[in-house]
Each structure stands twice: as structure tokens, then as C-alpha cells.
């Protein structure tokens, strides 16, 4: 990933951190957002101090001009245009697995959709026109977008849509836009128990560098996969 650009959205949290600190390591120039401004600069302090290279913006993913200025910020570094885009930006309204759809707030429901679907259809929409010829986007999904679960409502909703979004540009870019399923991961959206974050960190890194193009694109990678490829 020497001299590569990438992004990374919701990068000061759980896995887009864990994420934006395996791409700087390996060399790439990361570029963040998210929403909270002292957060972004909390975060660019903590990984700089291990010598990578990262530059934050602050970033709602629901506004397309705050998503506009992240990728303008990301296509300075790189010459050929933006390298990766990770698409990692989302929210939980409520206590995951406690939230059935029968008692969603409309409001919950409302921005659900408008950051984990709209979000990623805003970041990879802004994308485009940056990226470089050989450029990977990448979409963090879980299995609740393909299976239902009790308790999960209008986020397992917005995550059947984000992946519906990634399937959309597959299909209409000529760059490889997939999903990548990393398992239960401990994280504010996912309660306790599961991975740590940096321990499914490389996985990102292995969809981003190492898997054939033709069988991201437009796919959900999962750990399977992913561990059978790397043994």
C-alpha cells in the first residue's frame, strides 16, 4: 500500500479505526472522517504516533458536501486518484438486538436509512470522480442484511440497503465495489462479545490488495472466504 490513498468513513470507532490504523501501517496515505470533530483529531494524534500517515476531516456521511470535502481532501495525496474507499460509516439507534421492528421510532428508522444507506451511496457517489483506474470500494455489511434476526429492525433494514447500494455501483463502475462481512465484531453497533476490531483489521486490507477483482465485485466476502484464501 506504499504511496496508495485511502479513505476511511466512521474511522474513530470499532472497525473503520481498526481499519484506517492496518492501511497506514502498510503504508498508505488514509484520509478519515466522522462526525465528531475532536474524535477526528483524537484519532489522527493516536495513529500518527505510530508513524502513519493520516489526515482527518470531520464528516457527517448524511450531508454530500461534507462527503465532497473528504474525497477532494483524499485525492490531493494521490497523483492517480484514490486507491480505496472504505464505505464504514453507520449508527445503531438503540440497544443492539433489542430493537425489534414493531417498536422502531419512525425517527430511528428515518436516519438508519439516511446514514448506513444514503451514507454509503453519498461516499462512493462523491468517490467516483477521483478514483484511480485499479481503485477497490469496499462496504462493511454483517449477516443481518441477509438473514433476519429478532431484535435487529431498521438497522438490519439499512444494512440490506447498503448492500444493495454496493451492488448498484458494481454494476454501473468499472472499478470493484463489494461488500466484506468480518463476523460479529465488538463494536457500539454490535454490543459486547465478538472480534476485536484489529484482529479482523487485515481482512479489510486483504479484500482491498489481494482478492481477485472479479470475485469482490459485486460479492460479500466473509470470513470463510477470507481464511480459506490466507491459510
Request: charged fraction near 25%.
Amino acid at each position: 500500500m506504499d504511496d496508495d490513498t485511502a479513505v476511511v468513513t466512521g474511522a474513530t470507532h470499532g472497525i473503520g479505526r481498526a481499519v484506517a490504523r492496518e492501511f497506514a501501517d502498510a503504508g498508505a496515505d488514509v484520509v478519515i472522517g466522522a462526525r465528531e470533530a475532536d474524535e477526528v483529531d483524537e484519532t489522527v494524534e493516536a495513529l500518527g504516533e505510530s508513524g502513519g500517515s493520516v489526515t482527518g476531516v470531520r464528516t457527517d456521511v448524511r450531508d454530500q458536501f461534507d462527503v465532497e470535502r473528504l474525497l477532494e481532501t483524499a485525492a490531493r495525496f494521490g497523483s492517480a486518484g484514490v486507491d480505496y474507499v472504505v464505505a464504514n460509516a453507520g449508527v445503531y439507534h438503540g440497544e443492539p438486538g433489542d430493537t425489534p421492528l414493531p417498536g422502531d421510532s419512525y425517527a430511528a428508522f428515518d436516519d438508519h436509512l439516511r446514514t448506513n444507506v444514503r451514507g454509503v451511496f453519498a461516499t462512493v457517489r462523491e468517490a467516483v470522480p477521483h478514483l484511480a483506474d485499479d481503485a477497490r470500494v469496499l462496504v462493511p455489511t454483517g449477516s443481518v442484511a441477509r438473514e433476519a434476526k429478532p431484535g435487529t429492525g431498521s438497522y438490519a433494514v439499512s444494512k440490506a440497503g447498503a448492500e444493495a447500494v454496493a451492488r448498484g455501483f458494481a454494476a454501473d463502475l468499472d472499478v470493484p465495489v463489494g461488500c466484506v462481512d468480518p463476523g460479529v465484531v465488538a463494536t457500539r453497533l454490535s454490543g459486547d462479545g465478538g472480534r476485536d476490531p484489529a484482529a479482523v483489521a487485515p481482512m479489510f486490507r486483504w479484500a482491498a490488495t489481494e482478492v481477485d477483482p472479479g470475485e469482490l465485485d459485486g460479492a460479500v466476502l466473509d470470513l470463510r472466504t477470507w481464511r480459506s484464501a490466507t491459510r
